[in-house]
């Protein structure tokens, strides 16, 4: 426990832990004990501690944090167009995609050089950096040798771009070197001639040679010819490879020529650039200190001894340039991954590059290229199962940190059955802090129809609002979650409220509940009472009037209610014109019959449980009685006159 940081007293006796989250442990000791002054050992007696562990990533570092907000969005892109693409049209597509994944980890690579946080480490930084540069390097290889094929498997021009690209030591010594007063008398001016000539680089090589001393002699002048008339095989250049290598026979029999006739006997450097340009094997195995790896030696070799070789013929190629390097005893686990690429096999670069890279991101996002370019072929079924659990392992671990489980939600909708059934538990089990972030994640379930997440979130929400005392909120909650025992509870307590306090609690929810009141009878109730009371003020006394007695004689209302609703009643039936008719009348004075009833059965106090309505409800009975049979007096007039 010391390794993880953890300093307490009693780890010493063991620690229990179990499961905190979906990428943490809880861990605390297994028995709290104290060493007393006289050595014996005996219970503590105070709070154990409980320590959250949780998993660390580079996925957490500075640099992947950017990686993974903005690849999500190319991931979703690229889900997208190969759908409405189909499967067998979308290579021109996975190409911009697969550059895009690349450009960004370079992005990411020219942030290194940013002033460090407080809380990064130089080591770490560099480190991150070793891994973004093997990242995009092995990114690129694929491209080349899976992505963007070319027509008959021609790789050689890629291959010379994929070296330059990550191999730029020849170009940093040619700038030191005319940036001198003497470039020919700079160390690095051969180096960087040499290193030139291996990466195909002859503009770059003629331009060297221009600031050589000599260079209107006739060794150079003869060097710079050949190094210009080189040709350089264009896929779509127009110009068939049967041409093109016949051009090359002829260039290279043109360089042996001038090699053996002396041309450049008094320039022993010319002379080995010339070897080079003959496909000399030995020399230019004797450069091999300029090519730092393996595989730049074998596309120099290549670039002058095969110029149009094929994909399959690779592998051949890399188990020379191996052998002659020290053997594969010597490969590291990014070589072993260079080379399974050049063998053609898949399932061989995905496992080596989960031993190599230290993250999921890479693995996954390489895996969903892969499967998307391997379109119909034999093992396609395998690479869409393993897609889908790379996949699963990346959102994994983004769902379990408290800023990217958005992102990692989002990368579960594209992982089939299983995708679907974590997403439903990382929500259910992501902590509600506040109103906004379980709007977050209602949102998110609704999007999915992850109907039971929407009712949990909702009726947690509801009971916490509750528990404060906010009553509109927690009714919102609950009208939300189609809980019709809890919004008939949230409904009792707001009428109980009205009863105590004379106002209701939210009254522009109440207003707008829509058909969300049909959810339970008290709901019902409190929407359409809340209704009669906008009919009241507005000046609609009759249709008050008419909904009024529509809820007492329907029943909707509650026992302890009954009161306050023919105390609303009274003022109608004081009115000039009678609103409530005869029938209406009847059906008020057997109300008040029925709660009379009541109130001899069993007390008035038990049945009106706020002192403020049961003595405004004992002072206006006889009123009411009084009001009830004048209107009913009135209305049987008024009726009869009417229908006269």
Not at 435 to 454: C, E, G, M, P, W
Request: a negative charge.
């Amino acid at each position: 426990m010391e390794r993880l940081g953890i300093k307490d007293p009693v780890i010493g006796e063991g620690m229990h832990g179990v499961i905190g989250g979906l990428s943490s442990l809880l861990v605390f000791p297994y028995k709290a004990y104290f060493k007393n002054e006289g050595g014996t050992r005996s219970e503590l007696e105070r709070t154990v501690k409980v320590y959250q562990m949780e998993s660390f990533s580079w996925l957490w570092s500075r640099q992947a944090r950017k990686l993974i907000n903005e690849s999500m969005g190319t991931f979703l892109s690229l889900q997208a167009a190969v759908k409405e693409a189909g499967p067998n049209n979308c290579k021109p597509l996975l190409v911009k995609k697969c550059r895009e994944y690349r450009s960004m980890i370079q992005a990411c690579v020219e942030d290194q050089g940013m002033p460090l946080e407080p809380s990064e480490d130089q080591e770490e930084l560099l480190a991150s950096g070793q891994l973004l540069y093997k990242m995009e390097l092995i990114l690129s290889l694929i491209e080349i040798l899976f992505i963007d094929t070319k027509p008959g498997g021609l790789v050689m021009g890629q291959l010379v771009v994929w070296i330059r690209s990550h191999f730029t030591q020849c170009m940093d010594k040619k700038c030191e070197a005319l940036e001198s007063d003497h470039p020919h008398q700079h160390p690095a001016y051969w180096e960087a001639v040499y290193g030139s000539v291996l990466q195909g680089r002859m503009e770059d090589v003629r331009q060297m040679l221009a600031n050589h001393p000599g260079s209107d002699t006739d060794p150079f002048l003869s060097m710079d010819e050949l190094l210009r008339k080189m040709p350089v095989y264009q896929v779509y250049g127009g110009v068939s490879v049967a041409e093109f290598t016949v051009r090359w026979q002829h260039w290279q029999s043109e360089c042996e020529r001038r090699l053996q006739e002396g041309h450049f006997t008094t320039c022993h450097q010319l002379q080995m650039i010339c070897k080079i340009l003959c496909g000399d094997q030995q020399t230019i195995n004797s450069l091999s200190d300029l090519m730092d790896t393996w595989y730049h030696l074998m596309v120099s070799t290549l670039l002058f001894t095969c110029p149009t070789v094929k994909l399959f013929r690779l592998h051949s190629a890399a188990q020379d340039a191996i052998a002659f390097t020290g053997g594969e005893q010597r490969l590291t686990p990014l070589d072993n991954v260079l080379l399974a690429a050049m063998e053609a096999d898949s399932h061989q670069v995905i496992r080596e590059c989960q031993q190599v890279l230290d993250n999921t991101w890479f693995t996954a996002h390489l895996t969903d290229l892969l499967c998307h370019t391997m379109g119909q072929k034999a093992d396609q079924k395998f690479l869409t199962e393993l897609r889908e659990s790379l996949l699963l392992d990346y959102a994994d671990v983004l769902v379990g940190h408290s800023s990217l489980w958005q992102i990692g939600i989002m990368y579960l909708d594209h992982c089939g059955p299983p995708g679907i059934a974590m997403s439903q538990v990382v929500l259910q089990r992501l902590p509600l802090t506040d109103d906004s972030y379980a709007h977050k994640i209602i949102q998110l379930a609704s999007d999915r129809n992850f109907d039971i997440v929407v009712v949990g979130v909702c009726r947690v929400m509801g009971r916490r609002a509750l528990s404060q005392g906010r009553l509109g909120s927690a009714i919102w909650w609950g009208v939300r979650s189609r809980d019709a025992a809890f919004t008939s509870h949230l409904a009792h307590q707001i009428l109980h409220k009205y009863v105590a306090e004379g106002k209701f609690e939210s009254s522009p929810l109440l207003d707008h509940l829509g058909p969300a009141m049909l959810l339970s009878d008290t709901l019902t109730f409190l929407g359409k009472y809340r209704e009669f009371h906008m009919l009241y003020q507005d000046g609609n006394f009759q249709e008050a009037a008419t909904l009024l007695v529509s809820l007492i004689s329907s029943k909707l209302a509650p026992e302890y209610f009954w009161p306050v609703l023919l105390l609303d009643a009274f003022p109608l039936l004081k009115s000039e014109e009678p609103v409530i008719s005869a029938e209406q009348t009847y059906e008020l004075m057997y109300c008040l019959h029925n709660l009379h009833n009541h109130f001899s059965k069993r007390g008035r106090e038990s049945l009106l449980e706020s002192e403020a309505a049961s003595f405004a409800f004992v002072e206006k009975e006889r009123e009411i009685r009084r009001a009830l049979s004048n209107n009913l007096a009135r209305a049987i007039i008024h009726e009869g006159s009417v229908e006269s």
